[in-house]
């Protein structure tokens, strides 16, 4: 019992539960200004009619295949998908690369078989080449 309680209580577990949380209460949210903004912005911009194909089906041997509730799935889908990108993933790209424009490079690349190093290593820890070292005052700025 005690090592389930310890992988219950492992960071990740906990963050990972968090996440789910969060991304729950932040799916609501994205439906709503889905369903409440965008969808009544692209019913002004297309005359008046909100686009809605639920009722679009055909019929083969007396089986129905509604094809239309699919078709307001997949706009749904692909609508929330562009409403995250550009309002979520966009600005926190942003956001880090303006954080990161200021680092100071940390790793090399080995010349010879293209590994991430430490910048002050002195040999490949993955091909064991032996690299040239330059002072650190003489080294370009990254």
């Known amino acids: 019992m005690g090592g389930f309680r310890k992988f219950l209580m492992r960071g990740n577990l906990v963050e990972l539960a968090v996440a789910v949380v969060v991304g729950a209460t932040f799916s609501g949210l994205v439906q709503a200004l889905v369903a ?31 094809y239309g509730d699919f078709v307001n799935h997949l706009l749904t889908f692909m609508i929330i998908a ?12 942003r956001l880090i690369s303006f954080f990161d424009r200021d680092k ?5 690349q080995c010349p010879e078989c293209r590994s991430d190093i430490p910048i ?12 040239q070292t330059v002072p650190a005052d003489d080294r370009p700025p990254a």
Request: proline share 5%; with cysteine.
């Open 36 to 66: 409440d903004l965008i969808t009544p912005l692209i019913a002004a911009v297309t005359g008046g009619r909100q686009p809605d194909f639920s009722q679009y089906k055909f019929v083969v041997n007396g089986a129905e295949f509604k």
């Open 82 to 93: 562009a409403v995250i990108y550009w309002l979520v993933v966009m600005p926190m790209t």
């Open 104 to 108: 100071k490079a940390a790793e090399q």
């Open 120 to 131: 002050d290593a002195r040999r490949c820890a993955f091909c064991t080449v032996e690299l």
